[in-house]
């Protein structure tokens, strides 16, 4: 319930042309690692997530991280990029942040999860919305 309170609201901000915390120094951080992953088309990608979605996303049963590297690794060849616009970046701490972006032709919207395990932005999740039109 909670998250669907946040899109609403980070969709609303958005919407009205709001960036957020984008233009603060760690803000373009955040935008340039959302950045540089839309634009990565091969293993670089994989080493730009956490653990947690190389579990969820390419571990399979397993829940290890190792499995999930391993096969994001495999997979990274039919990997393709695009460029994006980063319109929002909200910090829910000093280690977590969220940040909001669209295709150049917006017809594909990103709500990306991020996290600072160790001094470096990864991303932890991303969900994708097509517009028709």
Not at 46 to 59: E, F, P, T
Not at 108 to 125: D, E, F, M, T
Request: hydrophobic share 40%; with cysteine.
């Amino acid at each position: 319930m909670a998250r669907g309170r946040i899109a609403v609201l980070c969709t609303a901000l958005v919407l009205a042309g709001c960036s957020g915390e984008r233009d603060t120094s760690e803000g373009r951080k955040v935008e340039a690692v959302v950045k540089q992953f839309a634009l990565a088309h091969g293993p670089e990608a994989c080493g730009m997530m956490s653990n947690h979605a190389l579990r969820h996303v390419y571990g399979g049963l397993s829940g290890d991280p190792r499995v999930g590297l391993s096969r994001c690794l495999k997979l990274s060849r039919q990997f393709s990029s695009e460029p994006i616009e980063v319109t929002f970046v909200q910090f829910s701490g000093p280690r977590e942040a969220h940040a909001s972006a669209h295709a150049l032709d917006r017809r594909r919207y990103y709500a990306v999860g991020l996290i600072k395990p160790r001094g470096r932005w990864l991303i932890q999740s991303v969900s994708v919305k097509s517009r028709q039109g």
